[in-house]
């Protein structure tokens, strides 16, 4: 019973065209994780609260654990895997490491992309700003401090390389 | 001495104490990190069906409707299991007082006593699959009556165990008398004043980000099992699953991969899926994989906090407490697996910094059809210390006198270290604390605060009609208990220094820490070492991360190794040199005569001289062969008592547990109208003894204050009245984000323990322990009513207006 029917789907995931067959029913997040082998991404709870899963649909940030992957075939995604650019770490990836933005890194994923399009929009924030940003995001270990100076620290290594 | 935390930026070269960055964050922030569910691409899945009922006997399991399922592998229920597997999960920690411990078995047995109980695994092609013939299997129950909420699982009207009588898992009585030997009670009938009143504290949980998680490979070929687990203690895990299956211990690998926080929900184990996947995937020949998903940790891993407690205190004029009288009621869940670690932290850490008169504890631990009750971060103490510090804040309040004036008038003084409590602490081992400065940790903390100025301020804010309060609250924390843990440290031939501990790591950075230890023992360059923690297939002796214990006891057992290493590598260069070892030093993995750097020889090469050899493969090596020089033909090639390679293995077992301190102060604004609480300042006075990277003790500070937030102002179990958890989920069980995490101002005190080598204490538990107490004072302060409850919401804080 219940032979799943799978959907033929074409992904431009880092600027690389990825093909998968999935069943309707398969979230984007396990997609990316179990088909595409991208396991950067990472699934904290499943309803769409904690944000770990977040990744770039288009440039903008989504929840990949409340998106089915054949919803968005034919777009492009940007996962943690793709930030930096030929080896090189992005600045939201080196302000991170920079200010102890990360202890255990599971929800590190979700707040590097949520802060790449966020200093994309909006490159020179205050305080009040950095701090909406990244309010749907969960983490349990850093209590935010430095992950909120990390934020600010990339707008600054952001401008200092824009010239 | 104090430091405020800010990153800097400026050359670093890895040594103790330094603000090292990360080594684990290259692969965190690219997304290499490898947890456990990012393993195993083409392993089977396991979901299990769980019990919907808090009290239930099971009538029948129907699996039928399952068997349909395209992708469906196994089913298994607990009449499948084998064996020992069929028994009761262990009982870590067994204690005489505990004279009604109960554990789960790994699939339920005839009766489920919580929601959530595991009653059904399947195995299937993905879990999609295995979650569709979840759904398909019916298992009939015949409802019991739960018993929910601690007060009324001890009046014992119903019964979650039938052979428990009155739902008391343990009793336990602790009395240290006065220096004049009268007894608490006696001591508190004879003081001048006395108070009595009631506290509780609310339960919350562990919460990593990353919920729990098995993979589990079986080499059939090999007869040999690898285990992936996202546990706090990998070895001890790889016993449990050897002892149950019978298996030989070298046949059975463990390992902790990337693990997204643990937070001590992690250090419990085996978990049945600990046991039942592995055995799974030996049975099938298959490699399985579960992953924990978000409902099922709320559900079935573990919870913590929940006590009601009955306090009595006298105390003199001065507000010194003569003596002390505390009941608690401690909520343990269904389960007792982990002992009665949690209530006896509370009994003993209760005391604070400060020198009671004469202190009498009772507890009993009591069973409810609640998710089982293990150590969450700070493990009994926040409620602990709530308890004292809401009873020095009410000593305050009854003689008109400052709060911080109060507790300074009972703290220990800085020349009475070491200072023996009279107690027996959670290790066995007694209560005594080794070293510390707690009147210069509250000056500290006035001066950080602006307690002195608070009046004014508190002024200024009336004026402008807002309200608010500030409040205070002191602790200590036994650190690094034993038993042991234990180093390896390696030089390779190529210069690289590899070193393995046994215990995991959750996020604390120990691959940093570690580094920049054996950095400094061995005089070699910080990026040249690399780390190993939580693989039994690189150190197989351990017990595991809990207790703020990783950086004392693996750090101080890391350094020894290195003094071994350092010892053996000077006696070659000796040799080799020509010269007096005591001449010798080493210096960026060199090592040299002192004063005339010229005579050295590199450790990589004293690692290629440390090793024999008959075959050569490369330049290094062939300078070690047998015919490359002219050993004495008097000795055998390696020497009696030494042993081949440049390497170390070192323990370091503690006397006893090391005793880090901490005083918190929070400014809190409370809201006329809509009864919100805003915290306007926080901060933090800190010593743990020697910081190896204040970066990381500033991030662990940090984290456990948020958590501490949470549980003050936000975080519930919220179970109802059949046993039913109601905010299973992130979007109901409200942990803090960004916005309701204040600043958190930190300065560090350092008074080093005289106990380890290292003079260091252990900091990862430490923000989280003082601050409902510091919350709930600073509410009191702002409102003028007295907070006895905690976590305290805008709700709760209106009713309390309207009940004033």
């Known amino acids: 019973m219940n032979h799943t029917v799978n959907h033929a789907i074409t992904l431009v995931v880092n600027g690389v065209v990825r093909e998968a067959s999935v069943p309707a029913r398969r979230l984007l997040s396990d997609c990316l994780r179990h088909d595409l082998g991208l396991t950067g991404t990472h699934v904290g709870c499943e309803h769409g609260v904690c944000g770990a899963c977040t990744v770039l649909l288009d440039g903008e940030p989504v929840r990949s654990c409340l998106t089915f992957a054949v919803t968005v075939d034919g777009r492009e995604i940007t996962t943690v895997e793709g930030l930096a650019t030929g080896g090189e770490l992005s600045p939201v990836q080196r302000a991170f490491a920079e200010c102890h933005g990360l202890q255990c890194g599971f929800c590190t994923p979700g707040f590097l992309c949520t802060a790449t399009a966020f200093l994309r929009d909006n490159p020179a924030p205050d305080d009040e700003e950095v701090l909406e940003a990244i309010s749907g995001n969960l ?13 600010h620290r990339a707008a600054e290594i952001q401008a200092e390389e824009a010239g | 001495m104090s430091e405020r935390s800010e990153p800097t930026r400026e050359h670093v070269t890895g040594v103790f104490g330094e603000r090292v960055q990360r080594r684990e964050d290259a692969r965190l922030i690219t997304g290499r990190g490898r947890f456990l569910d990012d393993l195993g691409g083409n392993a ?33 229920t607990w009449e499948d299991l084998p064996g020992v597997l069929a028994e009761p999960l262990p009982l870590l920690i067994p204690h005489p007082a505990l004279t009604h411990g109960r554990t789960a078995y790994p699939l339920a047995r005839e009766v489920v006593r919580h929601v959530g109980e595991p009653v059904v695994m399947v195995v299937a092609r993905d879990r999609y699959v295995a979650e569709d013939a979840c759904s398909l299997i019916e298992v009939d129950y015949e409802i019991l009556k739960p018993v929910v909420g601690v007060e009324e699982a001890a009046q014992a009207a119903h019964l979650v165990h039938e052979d428990v009588p009155g739902n008391v898992a343990a009793h336990m009585v602790q009395e240290v008398p006065a220096p004049d030997g009268r007894s608490a009670r006696e001591a508190i009938e004879a003081a001048p004043h006395t108070l009595a009143f009631r506290l509780d504290i609310e339960r919350s949980a562990c919460t990593p980000l990353e919920g729990k998680g098995v993979y589990a490979r079986w080499d059939a070929d090999d007869e040999s099992l690898r285990v992936y687990s996202s546990t706090q203690t990998s070895t001890s895990v790889r016993m449990a699953i050897a002892a149950k299956f019978g298996l030989p211990l070298p046949k059975v690998e463990v390992i902790a991969p990337d693990v997204g926080g643990g937070f001590g929900v992690k250090i419990v184990h085996p978990w049945p899926e600990e046991i039942l996947v592995p055995w799974a995937a030996r049975l099938l020949d298959r490699e399985i994989k579960w992953t924990e998903d978000r409902r099922e940790h709320f559900i079935s891993s573990a919870h913590e906090r929940a006590q009601v407690q009955y306090v009595r205190v006298g105390f003199d004029d001065d507000g010194r407490v003569l003596g002390l009288d505390v009941n608690i009621l401690h909520d343990n869940g269904a389960y007792t697996p982990y002992g009665i670690i949690v209530p006896i932290v509370t009994s003993t850490q209760l005391l604070g910094p400060y020198k009671i008169g004469a202190y009498r504890v009772e507890f009993s631990s009591i069973y409810t059809n609640t998710v089982q009750v293990t150590p969450y971060r700070g493990a009994g103490r926040p409620q602990g210390v709530f308890c004292m510090e809401r009873t020095m804040d009410r000593i305050a309040a009854h003689l008109g006198r400052d709060r911080t004036d109060v507790r300074a008038a009972n703290f220990i003084q800085p020349d009475e270290f070491p200072y023996d409590q009279g107690m027996t602490f959670q290790d066995g081992r007694p209560l005594i604390y080794d070293s510390g400065d707690y009147p210069e940790s509250l000056r500290m903390l006035k001066e950080l605060i602006g307690w002195d100025s608070f009046p004014a301020m508190r002024a200024q804010a009336a004026a402008e009609g807002r309200t608010i309060g500030i409040g205070v609250g002191c602790y200590v924390e036994g650190t690094g208990v034993g038993p042991y843990e234990g180093g390896h440290v390696q030089v390779t031939s190529d210069g690289r220094v590899h070193v393995s501990t046994g215990l995991t790591s959750q996020g604390q950075g120990h691959e940093t820490v ?20 939580g693989d039994t297939r690189r150190f197989g002796y351990a017990v595991g991360t809990f207790a703020s214990r990783a950086a004392v006891v693996s750090g101080n057992a890391i350094a020894l190794a290195c003094r071994k290493v350092r010892e053996k590598a000077l006696r070659i260069a000796a040799d080799a040199l020509e010269a007096d070892p005591r001449d010798l030093e080493i210096t960026d993995g060199v090592v040299h005569v002192v004063g005339a750097p010229s005579a050295s020889i590199p450790l990589s090469t004293i690692a290629v001289l440390s090793n024999p050899l008959r075959y050569a493969f490369d330049d290094e090596t062939r300078r070690a062969t047998q015919f490359a020089s002219s050993p004495s033909p008097d000795r055998p090639p390696v020497g009696e008592g030494e042993e081949p390679g440049l390497e170390g293995r070192d323990y370091y077992s503690p006397i006893r547990s090391t005793f880090a301190s901490g005083m918190h102060a929070a400014i809190v604004e409370t809201d006329p109208l809509t009864a919100e609480i805003k915290i306007l300042r926080y901060a933090v006075v800190h010593d743990c003894g020697k910081l190896i990277n204040p970066m990381i003790v500033e991030g662990q500070i940090h984290g456990g204050v948020a958590q501490g937030v949470g549980g003050a102002l936000y975080e519930k179990m919220v179970y109802d009245q059949h046993g039913q958890l109601l905010n299973a989920s992130f979007m109901d069980f409200l942990m803090p984000y960004a916005t309701e995490v204040p600043r958190i101002e930190t300065a560090h005190l350092e008074t080093p323990s005289p106990l380890n080598p290292l003079g260091v204490k252990g900091a990862g538990e430490a923000g989280v322990i003082p601050v409902s107490a510091v919350i709930a004072a600073a509410i009191e302060d702002a409102e003028g009513i007295p907070i006895d409850r905690m976590p305290i919401s805008p709700s709760d804080l209106h009713a309390l207006r309207l009940a004033r």
């Open chain 2, 514 to 533: 570690f580094a920049q230890i054996v950095a400094t023992e061995l005089g070699v360059p910080f990026e040249k070492v690399s780390v190993v923690t």
């Open chain 1, 139 to 151: 983490c349990r270990c850093t209590g935010y401090q430095n992950i909120i100076k990390a934020v």
């Open chain 2, 44 to 76: 089977l899945a396991a979901a299990f069906v769980r019990s919907p009922h808090a009290h239930a006997r099971i009538r029948d399991i129907d699996v039928a409707a399952a068997l349909d399922v395209d992708g469906l592998v196994a089913i298994y």
